[in-house]
């Protein structure tokens, strides 16, 4: 019903910058939020950033606040991740995901989120 596609992942130094993208396509009118989540290597899933339309609210883990920032592009059904000042701790497969959250699920569960993307590799290291 929702198809999501990401792009932008590949190698970067450390302090370097990558944007990724997420193009959604399908019945799109129906979500209510999406975000990115990341999975290091050898380890389980992690909330990255999410946005949600109803008061335009963004969330973000801990870690990545002042320099990570999603964005949505409304007129492409595209959202978007910048990664700025990236460390090697960031290395990951990043995930697109989307929602029919109401209000119902914490906006970093994993529950929250019906679609998923097919993940786009990043890989920090000099």
């Known amino acids: 019903q929702v198809q999501l596609v990401e792009s932008g992942g590949g190698l970067v130094q450390p302090g370097r910058s990558l944007r990724l993208s997420c193009a959604a396509s399908g019945s799109i009118f129906s979500i209510n939020v999406m975000g990115w989540f990341r999975q290091a290597p050898g380890k389980g899933l992690e909330f990255v950033a999410a946005?949600?339309?109803?008061?335009?609210?963004?969330f973000y883990k801990d870690s990545v606040k002042g320099r990570f920032t999603i964005s949505r592009d409304n007129a492409e059904n595209t959202v978007y991740l910048q990664m700025n000042s990236l460390n090697p701790e960031d290395t990951a497969v990043y995930y697109c995901v989307a929602g029919y959250d109401g209000g119902t699920y914490y906006y970093a569960a994993v529950e929250g989120y019906q679609y998923w993307g097919q993940g786009t590799q990043v890989t920090v290291s000099s």
């Open positions: 946005f949600k339309w109803i008061g335009g609210r963004t």
